[in-house]
């Protein structure tokens, strides 16, 4: 079985988060021996943010850093492990809101699209949104707008 990184790169949905991913120079916590969660956001998720905010976001590595570690849970948390808490503590230090209603799992306002990616050293579940923590998201909005 492959590790979160190898896993990440070789399903052909990720190529934002795999340049995101070397950008902020965070390869190593994917290879690590984990467990890692990871709320994996697809391409077309990072295609929703303004273009002008996702060009800040990448060229600003300690914000990417934030943003990415945002979406990292140090545990094996698979989606009956979700749908049994409200939050969770993520790798970025801040907290993600769990909802479950009609089946659906959300993490803040991204809907998990996929579950279960099993990993040697983790799991993915696949998001429709990036998510970000709201002082990482209003310094790049200040940024732009500036």
């Known amino acids: 079985m492959a ?3 190898e896993t990440i790169n070789q399903t052909g949905k990720f190529n934002t988060l795999v340049q995101a991913i070397k950008a902020a120079s965070i390869q190593e916590i994917l290879q690590g021996s984990g467990p890692i969660t990871v709320l994996a956001p697809t391409d077309q998720a990072f295609s929703k943010l303004p273009a002008d905010l996702l060009h800040a976001l990448m060229t600003d590595q300690t914000a990417l850093k934030r943003v ?3 979406h990292l849970l140090f545990a ?3 989606l009956e492990d979700l749908r049994e808490i409200t939050e969770a503590p993520t790798a970025e230090g801040s907290i993600v809101a769990v909802e479950h209603t009609d089946g659906r799992v959300k993490v803040n306002d991204a809907t998990v699209l996929e579950s279960d990616l099993l990993t040697d050293n983790g799991v993915i579940h696949v998001i429709d949104r ?3 923590p709201s002082l990482v998201e209003a310094e790049l909005e200040r940024s732009v707008s500036a």
């Open 130 to 132: 990036v998510l970000m």
């Open 68 to 70: 990415l570690m945002y």
């Open 76 to 78: 094996d948390a698979r």
């Open 3 to 5: 590790n979160l990184i």
